[in-house]
T-cell receptor, first 109, second 118 residues
Framework: DAKTTQPTSMDCAEGRAANLPCNHS???????VYWYRQIHSQGPQYIIH???NNETNEMASLIITEDRKSSTLILPHATLRDTAVYYC??????????FGTGTSLTVIP | EAGVVQSPRYKIIEKKQPVAFWCNPI?????LYWYRQNLGQGPELLIR????????DSQLPKDRFSAERLKGVDSTLKIQPAELGDSAVYLC????????????????FGPGTRLLVL
């Protein structure tokens, strides 16, 4: 039932920008794009979400294509603590988040 | 402001035994969710509450799982009897539950309860 497609894993050098892609070609007009991450043995942590416009907060930037069929999460200066599984979620289908398997990001020293 | 609180953090039981998990959502959050996360997978919704009403329990295995949120605040998820396949992390999340579709409601997760059934 997952509505998004993400690469299984990615590596990023410490201090560089991490760009995590997500495809959501079946997104409907009122559905948001959410990003969460999960560090080992912790609950998912909210990062950012958006509808149409690009968004930025203290953690990351979210770039959504004009047709809204894909998006990219950008961590501008990755640190070792950013190593986690990143989930791209399209919602809100009856308030249920379909997490899928996410992208396992490893930040390399 | 305190986040979502869950207890216990870890639980080890033998199969056929009962087990219960407790969740206290963020203050003022009307919507509460229980998810189950199997190893290497993303969380999957078990049940969603709007205040004290269970509005989506389609994924809850009702033969052995039950949940309650009697006063519309904290919630308990129970398994009786537990099976080996129930070993997983049980996550609780909450959201404000207002104007969900229009405002892009955000769910906030607790740390989870890691259950091991032997």
């Amino acid at each position: 039932d997952a509505k998004t497609t993400q690469p299984t894993s990615m590596d990023c050098a410490e201090g560089r920008a991490a760009n995590l892609p997500c495809n959501h070609s079946t997104i409907s007009g009122n559905e948001y794009v959410y990003w969460y991450r999960q560090i080992h043995s912790q609950g998912p942590q909210y990062i950012i979400h958006g509808l149409k416009n690009n968004e930025t907060n203290e953690m990351a930037s979210l770039i959504i294509t004009e047709d809204r069929k894909s998006s990219t999460l950008i961590l501008p200066h990755a640190t070792l603590r950013d190593t986690a599984v990143y989930y791209c979620i399209v919602g809100y289908t009856g308030n249920q988040f379909y997490f899928g398997t996410g992208t396992s990001l490893t930040v390399i020293p | 402001e305190a986040g979502v609180v869950q207890s216990p953090r870890y639980k080890i039981i033998e199969k056929k035994q009962p087990v219960a998990f407790w969740c206290n959502p963020i203050s003022g959050h009307n919507t509460l969710y229980w998810y189950r996360q199997n190893l290497g997978q993303g969380p999957e919704l078990l049940i969603r509450y709007e205040n004290e009403e269970a509005v989506d329990d389609s994924q809850l295995p009702k033969d052995r799982f039950s949940a309650e949120r009697l006063k519309g605040v904290d919630s308990t998820l129970k398994i009786q009897p537990a099976e080996l396949g129930d070993s997983a992390v049980y996550l609780c999340a909450s959201s404000r539950g207002q104007l969900v579709e229009l405002l892009g409601e955000t769910q906030y997760f607790g740390p989870g309860t890691r259950l091991l059934v032997l």
